[in-house]
Structures are given as structure tokens and as C-alpha cells.
């Protein structure tokens, strides 16, 4: 059973440019979550979904910040006219149901030039 | 605000002692507290979750406790190795959400050298 993949590893963007980030969740989860580390800070929730619905976006700024989990499909995160201080890096989980135990993804690098 | 306090924020010990990480947090309604390893470049792995309910959990060489009402957590890993070598992380779960909805504190970076 493969764990959460995410891809790519790493990404470099211009200020400006449009950033996906994806997400498969493992084998028999529903629930997503995205986590966002910024250089010398904790992880933050950002976003949590399941199938088809954004259940909690609190944590996901306002503007040019999207995410969706199709029913087929990875999840993806979506970053819109990057600047740099969206530079960080961002973590997918999942879990099989709501309060079960989240595995972690290794992480897209995000880097902002 | 709900925040995480993890001390120390670095330790460095030689291989074979015994020691214990803090993590102490504000939400006393807390549903679980799981703590992590982060190895450089790759993502989280969950070493221990402690539900509310429970005082401590053990697995191998790791032992974490939970006191809601000081609003304490700690980490105690027994005859330390290189091998653990890596940023831990504790996280809890408020009361209140149904979900995996979880606050991090910083980190611990330790360092384990032979």
C-alpha cells in the first residue's frame, strides 16, 4: 500500500506564474488535509477535503489560494500569481475517516523567484 | 489564540542517554495529541497518539505522556541513537472539529551523536 504521494518534490516559479500542486491520497482514504510550513515557522492547516468537498478552508488565504479533490483523481492545490512569500513547503495528508490518524506526504518545495 | 510551545528547540546529546522532549499547549479541550518525526526533505511520520482519555502510550524505545489539565506532553526516548536524528513535533486535535484539523508546535531539532 503506497503511502500519500505528492508531486512534484520540488517546484520553481516566477512571481506571477500559476502553481499545481498534487496530492494521492493512500489506498481507501477519503479525507484530505494540505498543511502549509513556512521557512522558521510551524505547519498550518490550510484546507480539508473530501470527495468532491472543501469541508474546512479556514486555514487558505483569501485570494489566489484553491483546492479540489475530484471524485477521480488526485487532490491538487492551486496558487495563482505566486509571490514570494508563498515560497514554503506544503504538505499533504489523508486519512480513512474523520479523527483516524493522519499519514503525511513528503512534501512539495515550493520556491518563489 | 491556541498555540504549541515545544522546548528545547534544539538538543544535542551523545548516543545512549536517556531524554525527554516538551511540548506544552494553551486548548485544555483537547481531543488527541500525536507526535511526529520530520527527517530532512521528506514528510511526517506519527510515532505516538494519545487520546485525551489516556495518560501515556508507549511504542519501542518511545514513551509520550499527556497531562490536559497542565496542558503537558512530553517525549521520552530511552538509549538514544544516531538513527533518531530528526525534528519531532508535536500536534494536537481540538475539541470541536470531526476531523484531523491539527495546531503543530515548532520542534524539537535533536541531534544524536555517536
Known amino acids: 500500500n503506497a503511502g500519500v504521494m505528492q508531486n512534484p518534490r520540488h517546484l520553481v516559479r516566477r512571481r506571477g506564474q500559476e502553481a499545481r500542486l498534487r496530492c494521492s491520497p493512500m489506498k481507501g482514504h477519503s479525507h484530505v488535509y494540505w498543511y502549509r510550513q513556512l521557512p522558521e515557522e510551524g505547519l498550518k492547516f490550510m484546507v480539508y477535503?473530501?470527495?468532491?468537498?472543501?469541508?474546512?478552508e479556514s486555514g487558505m488565504p483569501k485570494e489566489r489560494f484553491s483546492a479540489e479533490f475530484p471524485k477521480e483523481g488526485p487532490s491538487i492545490l492551486r496558487i495563482q500569481q505566486v509571490v514570494r512569500g508563498d515560497s514554503a513547503a506544503y504538505f499533504c495528508?489523508?486519512?480513512?475517516?474523520?479523527?483516524?490518524?493522519?499519514?503525511f506526504g513528503s512534501g512539495t518545495q515550493l520556491s518563489v523567484l | 489564540k491556541q498555540e504549541v510551545t515545544q522546548i528545547p528547540a534544539a538538543l544535542s546529546v551523545p548516543e545512549g542517554e536517556n531524554l525527554v522532549l516538551n511540548c506544552s499547549f494553551t486548548d485544555s479541550a483537547i481531543y488527541n495529541l500525536q507526535w511526529f518525526r520530520q527527517d530532512p526533505g521528506k514528510g511526517l511520520t506519527s510515532l505516538l497518539l494519545?487520546?485525551?482519555?489516556?495518560r501515556e502510550q508507549t511504542s519501542g524505545r518511545l514513551n509520550a505522556s499527556l497531562d490536559k489539565s497542565s496542558g503537558r506532553s512530553t517525549l521520552y526516548i530511552a538509549a538514544s541513537q544516531p538513527g533518531d536524528s530528526a525534528t519531532y513535533l508535536c500536534?494536537?486535535?481540538?475539541?470541536?472539529?470531526?476531523?484531523?484539523?491539527?495546531?503543530f508546535g515548532q520542534g524539537t531539532i535533536l541531534t544524536v551523536h555517536p
Open positions: 477535503l473530501q470527495k468532491e468537498n472543501i469541508i474546512d
Open positions: 500536534a494536537y486535535h481540538a475539541g470541536g472539529t470531526s476531523y484531523g484539523k491539527l495546531t
Open positions: 494519545i487520546q485525551s482519555s489516556q
Open positions: 495528508a489523508s486519512s480513512p475517516a474523520g479523527l483516524e490518524k493522519l499519514f
